[in-house]
């Protein structure tokens, strides 16, 4: 089945020890999205690429980087994390023919201690 | 500005019975989408259903259905004949349509709800 695929489901981290995210799809979407979300709150978008034209939130912090290396694969790395960046991290796309419609995966919930 | 509003932190319903879960939104675009997503406890973001603004008829999948009101810039859920598996958090959220490269969900703060046997 096509999906959107995050590895791995759970992460703990280090305060300050950097960390990476990945999320792969097999739905071969052009527009992959990083959101952030936590507890009890709306998810909230920190980046997206459209195709390999990345486009940053501006109140995204620059502790936030990203990678698309390829149409399958984005990466989310955190350079220094600290304590406020525990939350659910959930990967997203969407397709050209149907952009408005994005397709979750499970997500990554990162712990930092 | 942009906004969805969700009034109802928490609901709970009786299993088999229809709920109503509330959003309205407020935007100047003449061309827009609403979407709602249901959020199990385990995380995950399941796209349930989507709405066209200029959409003649309410959208509908399986036992969801959003009664979309333009005038009244509401776009109810509503889930028939509720199942245990149904218990989550639903998301509101709304994305421009000719947005080209602006990809940005506007979202709601979501409803809880709890089916109960």
């Known amino acids: 089945d096509a999906m959107v695929i995050q590895n791995p489901r759970y992460q703990v981290t280090q305060f300050g020890k950097p960390v990476t995210l990945s999320c792969s799809q097999t739905?071969?979407?052009?527009?992959m999205y990083w959101y952030q979300q936590k507890s009890s709150q709306a998810p909230k978008l920190l980046f997206h690429y459209y195709d390999k034209d990345f486009n940053n939130e501006a109140d995204t912090p620059d502790n936030f980087q990203s990678r698309r290396p390829n149409t399958s694969f984005c990466f989310l790395d955190i350079r220094s994390p600290g304590l406020g960046d525990a939350a659910m991290y959930l990967c997203a796309t969407s397709s050209r023919q149907a952009p408005y419609e994005q397709y979750f995966g499970p997500g990554t919930r990162l712990t930092v201690t | 500005a942009q906004k969805i509003t969700q009034t109802q932190p928490g609901m709970f319903v009786q299993e088999k019975e229809a709920v109503t879960l509330d959003c309205t939104y407020d935007?100047?675009?003449?061309?827009?989408?609403l979407f709602w997503y249901k959020q199990p406890s385990s995380g995950e973001m399941i796209f349930l259903i989507y709405q066209g603004s200029y959409d003649q008829q309410n959208a509908t999948e399986g036992r969801y259905s959003l009664n979309f009101q333009k005038a009244r810039k509401s776009a109810n859920l509503v889930i028939s004949a509720s199942q245990l598996g149904d218990s989550a958090m639903y998301f509101c959220?709304?994305?421009?349509?000719?947005?080209?490269?602006?990809?940005?969900?506007?979202w709601g703060l979501g409803t809880s709800l709890a089916v109960n046997p």
């Open positions: 935007t100047s675009d003449p061309s827009y989408g």
């Open positions: 959220a709304m994305s421009p349509q000719n947005a080209g490269n602006n990809r940005k969900l506007i």
């Open positions: 739905l071969n979407h052009n527009v």
